[in-house]
């Protein structure tokens, strides 16, 4: 499989600026692999493809505000900086993205706020955008995290090219959030509301949940050809026993085992005993998965409507079948359906 292979024509209107008005009612387009056949639905009609006993494994990882402006010291000038990952509390050192990055040397100091009450020291660089911050910040470690979270705001992908909204804090967050860790939501977890949560519990159906803090590695690019080549940057990912335990059960009773999203499925994907069991697991992973591949866990999956030559819509196609998948894509921006992370929804069964 090489990259030219997901490349697919994208009119820029189908890119979903807005989320739908209820979370359970955006489109949802189903693909039975077995029959060859595609369907058209709401979201909320999910609950008709799962049955009792059948598990859906959820990824409760919260996304934290990480995009930040701050003002470079003596010029002035406006810098975006998005928070990675935190490398030391003891320090308040962070890996993060600089926006121009040309300006951002070693030793620069940035201010943040109006009162510039929170400062930044650039102590290193580490790729051509990236680069190492010391926070300076009179207070706790707490004071100092909810400093953070007051001058951040929610991290909107690139694909939504407008201002951050007040509405966007709730919406761009799955309701079943829980560990704070990620920089991107993981966006097929967005569909579900409430209400669809309670009638599918009532429904009999199980949850199990799983935690992938996604980086923005998810977004990066693959710029290589040969996909056996592109290295996917490493998330941290958390499986617990008790989920573990509940999904090898289903598994072992033919239930549905549905991957809520991208994120899931590599997840329990890093995680498989040879007698294609799922184990416990926490640590880090930067599986990469695209055609062909054989899964182990999973017999369904949601996902959402995925950019070009993207990872994710390479997992997608894994999962679904090349030639599957692709027809999908046409039928979809055909029907108008809206693409990435306020898109429409797809179930592969």
């Known amino acids: ?101 040309r300006k951002i040397r070693i030793g620069n100091k940035l201010f943040f706020g109006e009162d510039d009450s929170l400062v930044a020291e650039v102590i290193d660089n580490t790729t051509s955008r990236g680069r190492t911050l010391r926070f300076l910040f009179d207070g706790s470690y707490e004071e100092f995290r909810t400093k953070l979270v007051e001058l951040g705001e929610t991290p909107l992908p690139k694909a939504i090219n407008r201002a951050v909204e007040p509405e966007d804090e709730e919406r761009y967050q799955t309701i079943y959030a829980k560990h704070e860790g990620a920089v ?40 290589v050809e040969d996909l056996s080549k592109h290295k996917m940057d490493s998330e941290q990912i958390i499986i617990p026993a008790a989920s573990a335990e509940k999904i090898n059960k289903a598994k072992a009773e033919k239930r549905k085992v549905c991957a809520v999203g991208t994120t899931v499925m590599r997840t329990i994907e890093s995680s498989v005993s040879s007698n294609q069991q799922l184990n416990a697991y926490e640590g880090w992973t930067n599986k990469f998965i695209f055609p062909p591949y054989d899964f182990s866990i999973a017999n369904a999956m949601i996902t959402n409507f995925h950019l070009p030559k993207s990872t994710l819509m390479m997992q997608a196609a894994a999962f679904a079948g090349y030639d599957f998948l692709m027809e999908a894509y046409k039928v979809a921006v055909k029907e108008k359906y809206r693409f990435s992370s306020y898109g429409d929804a797809m179930l592969i069964i």
């Open 1 to 101: 499989m090489k990259l030219s292979n997901f490349e697919f024509d994208l009119p820029e209107e189908l890119l979903a600026q807005y989320p739908a008005e209820h979370r359970d009612e955006s489109r949802l387009m189903v693909l039975n692999r077995k029959e060859g056949t595609i369907e058209h639905k709401l979201f909320k009609d999910v609950i008709n493809y799962f049955d009792e006993g059948d598990i859906m494994m959820l990824n409760n990882t919260k996304v934290f505000p990480a995009r930040m402006y701050g003002n470079k010291e003596k010029t002035g000038a406006r810098i975006e900086v998005f928070l990675l990952r935190e490398l030391n509390a003891e320090n308040r050192l962070w890996d993060v993205l600089v926006d121009p990055a």
């Open 184 to 223: 991107a939501a993981p966006t097929a977890g967005l569909h579900f509301s409430k209400h669809l949560l309670k009638r599918l519990e009532i429904k009999g159906v199980d949850f199990a949940e799983t935690t992938l803090h996604v980086g923005l590695g998810t977004f990066s690019p693959v710029e």
